[in-house]
């Protein structure tokens, strides 16, 4: 099975700053088509996942642009900018390239 | 707007069968694959079934594979997963999910005797 490691487990971040979150895969997640698939979502306190980003770098409907996905292969960035208030929770890799799919652990960010 | 409303969960005794729904509107349910994840309690995301949109394929998790079936009927929107010999281990709250990447709020099952 695929495992997606993120890291770090948990990030504390000044409103404003920048924030950074790797999930790194045991396998490449380019699928026989060519596309990768591979989402972030991110489950706020006491709500349903919800999803960020999919194929890497696309980000979803009516999610703002200081979220950014990057990299390729086995390795992928989530980067947030400018962190607001409601960013906080707790982060998720997804990969849907490989049978079984799977999540990453999961990185809690929290506001300082 | 995209709706996905869960059903079904409950508290069951070790052994039992349960069967969960999953209802979608908003969008049209026969073009898309669907998932089943669960989250047990305080812990993260854990994928267990995939569908795809005409039921031509399935794929399920080691942890449920040959006791939880996933199904759908398109001619009611709605999707199922159907789970047998049920296990303390499989408590959790089980959230449908389209492949695009819209969530339900989930339904809590509890397995305990």
């Known amino acids: 099975d695929v495992v997606l490691t993120q890291t770090p487990v948990s990030l504390s971040v000044t409103l404003g700053d920048q924030a950074s979150i790797s999930c790194r895969s045991s396998q490449s997640l380019v699928y026989s088509d060519g596309n990768t698939y591979l989402k972030w979502y991110l489950q706020k306190p006491g709500q349903s996942p919800q999803l960020l980003i999919y194929e890497v770098s696309n980000r979803f409907s009516g999610v703002p642009d200081r979220f950014i996905g990057s990299g390729s292969g086995t390795d992928f960035t989530l980067k947030i900018s400018r962190v607001e208030p409601e960013d906080l929770g707790v982060y998720y890799c997804?990969?849907?390239?490989?049978?079984?799919?799977?999540f990453g652990s999961g990185t809690k960010l929290e506001i300082k | 707007e995209v709706q996905l409303v869960e059903s079904g969960g409950g508290l069951v005794q070790p052994g039992s069968s349960l069967k969960l729904s999953c209802v979608a509107s908003?969008?049209?349910?026969?073009?898309?694959?669907m998932n089943w994840i669960r989250q047990a309690p305080k812990k993260g995301l854990e994928w267990i079934a995939l569908i795809y949109y005409d039921s031509s394929n399935k794929y399920y998790a080691d942890s449920v594979k040959g006791r939880f079936t996933i199904s759908r009927d398109n001619s009611k929107n709605t999707l199922y997963l159907e789970m047998n010999s049920l296990r303390s281990e499989d408590t959790a709250m089980y959230y449908c999910?389209?492949?695009?990447?819209?969530w339900g709020p989930g339904t809590m099952v509890t397995v305990s005797s």
């Open positions: 908003g969008f049209t349910f026969s073009n898309y694959g």
């Open positions: 997804f990969q849907a390239t490989h049978d079984p799919l799977t």
């Open positions: 999910a389209t492949i695009s990447g819209f």
